[in-house]
């Protein structure tokens, strides 16, 4: 969710033909300071944009100045970039419709076997969602990015793939290395979770830095930046996108990160409402 910075918000302001003095200025960037901050805490997560909203001005409107202009031109701003740019209540992540994310809700949920592994997944959420969710909102991060979690390992901090990947989050040893896990004959900190997940988070911080993107930087946690940036300036002439830039540059990705966002969507659909897709507690497969 994005909330206009202040200078943004006075210059839509001032373009909207309010004037706003030096101390009335003050007062709107304490508001958006105040907004912002609101719009970064737990209680977003369950409630809808517009409740949000009118909680959010009024707490902070009761604490800025009574000496402010008519607040409506400050709510017309703040509503209008943040319901332009806001995800779907419950979600922090965009929840971009795609045939391949509905393919894989319908994998996930209808094929026996697929559904039972699923069920494992969920069974294991709670033990590690504590933790995860602690370090995403220390770090700013989407709480939503504990899915990619849940589609690379399960939530098995002992897994191993094929290619030699390990860990909660699958780093292989090199990256895994290069965020700071030692990885050697006697030690494997990749299958240490919170060790594990500080590592993950600073990748994927970089890599959202680098491509301006949570999709694409998932993209890139899959397959490697470098693939990732070379196509972006192949189709889009530049290394930073949007989500949407995902879908743009999907048939030149491998057929695996082509499925790797879309997989990631869908486990958030269900595990938003699992209910929703026929799960229960009798679906867990044994470990």
């Known amino acids: 969710m994005t909330v206009p910075s202040r200078r943004s918000l006075c210059a839509h302001l001032s373009g909207a033909g309010v004037l ?18 609101f719009f970064k805490s737990r209680l977003t997560r369950s409630i809808g944009l517009a409740s949000a909203l ?21 709510d017309a701003v703040l509503i209008r970039d943040v319901a332009q740019s806001a995800p779907p209540a419950g ?12 393919s894989w809700v319908t994998l996930f949920s209808t094929n026996s076997k697929v559904k039972s592994r699923f069920a494992l997944w ?30 690379e390992s399960g939530f098995n901090p002992t897994a191993k793939s094929p290619a030699k990947a ?38 994927l911080s970089d890599l959202h830095d680098r491509f301006g993107s949570w999709y694409l930087a998932a993209a890139a946690y899959n397959t490697g930046e470098n693939r990732v940036a070379r196509i972006m300036r192949q189709v889009t002439g530049s290394e930073k996108g949007s989500d949407k830039d ?21 486990a958030a659909r269900i595990s938003k409402d699992p209910a929703r897709y026929g799960f229960d507690d009798n679906d867990a497969a044994s470990e």
Not at 92 to 102: I, T
């Open 91 to 102: 979600w922090d992540l965009p929840n971009l419709d795609n045939p391949r994310v509905d």
């Open 20 to 37: 706003l003095r030096p101390k009335w200025r003050f007062h709107a960037e304490v508001f958006v300071d105040r907004i912002k901050k």
């Open 166 to 203: 390990g860990g909660l989050w699958q780093f292989i040893s090199e990256t895994g290395k290069r965020y700071g896990l030692t990885v050697n004959k006697k030690i494997d900190e990749r299958n240490h979770p919170e060790k594990a997940t500080d590592a993950a988070l600073s990748y």
């Open 54 to 74: 009118m909680l959010g001005a009024v707490y902070t409107v009761q604490r800025v100045s009574p000496d402010l202009p008519s607040i409506s031109a400050v």
């Open 246 to 266: 995902y879908y743009r540059i999907s048939k030149l990705l491998p057929k695996e990160t082509q499925d790797y966002v879309p997989m990631m969507i869908a």
């Open 122 to 151: 969920l069974d294991r959420k709670p033990k590690y969602e504590p933790m995860i969710s602690a370090k995403l909102e220390k770090r700013d991060m989407p709480q939503d990015l504990i899915y990619l979690a849940m589609i």
